[in-house]
């Protein structure tokens, strides 16, 4: 069984603790709870015939009172980085979180989610945005922790990513 360390980050408010519930446990409540520092859960799966485990940190979200704690980043095999699509300066700390995730971990997967895709009719971010975004590489998915829209295929290809990455670099042998 193979064990990934995943991430969940961006700005408060925004559906990080929502999608982890709805992933785990199938589950989405209308009240607001703020993560405190950290919460983690696990969700098992199985990808191209690979038995994983996701240890999903669900941390704190990052604002102009609280900074994104970077030591619990150590270890994660890649992140999600969480923004609300009805709230544009929202996306604007994502970009903002990505950078200083980049210098802290370096080169690992991540994927754009844009949540709330529930509220598409209140959207404030523009597609040409997002086209400058994906011509750097990103990888954008839309989602709603509410009805669960791409909920469960943004995590999987996440954990899918994270295994082609392992298998690309394996670890030293070791002989007899």
């Not at 709805?22 to 989405?28: E, K, T």
């Not at 700390?93 to 690992?108: E, F, H, S, T, Y």
């Not at 989602?143 to 392992?166: H, I, N, W, Y």
Request: with cysteine; hydrophobic share 45%.
């Amino acid at each position: 069984m193979i064990q990934k360390k995943i991430c969940m980050v961006g700005p408060v408010g925004v559906g990080k603790t929502s999608l982890v519930a709805r992933y785990v446990h199938s589950l989405f409540s209308e009240k607001y709870l703020s993560t405190v520092g950290v919460k983690i859960d696990k969700k098992a799966l199985r990808v191209d015939d690979t038995d994983m485990t996701l240890l999903l940190w669900d941390l704190a979200g990052d604002d102009d009172f609280q900074r994104l704690n970077l030591t619990y980043l150590r270890g994660a095999a890649a992140y999600l980085l969480v923004a609300d699509g009805s709230r544009r300066a929202t996306l604007d700390q994502a970009v903002d979180i990505q950078g200083r995730v980049a210098r802290a971990l370096g080169p690992i997967p991540f994927q754009l989610v844009l949540n709330k895709t529930d509220l598409v009719s209140e959207w404030d971010i523009g597609e040409a945005h997002l086209a400058a975004l994906q011509v750097q590489g990103w990888s954008i998915r839309r989602t709603s922790a509410k009805e669960g829209a791409g909920v469960e295929e943004v995590f999987f290809e996440l954990a899918r990513q994270t295994l082609s990455r392992q298998r690309a670099r394996p670890g030293p042998s070791i002989s007899p």
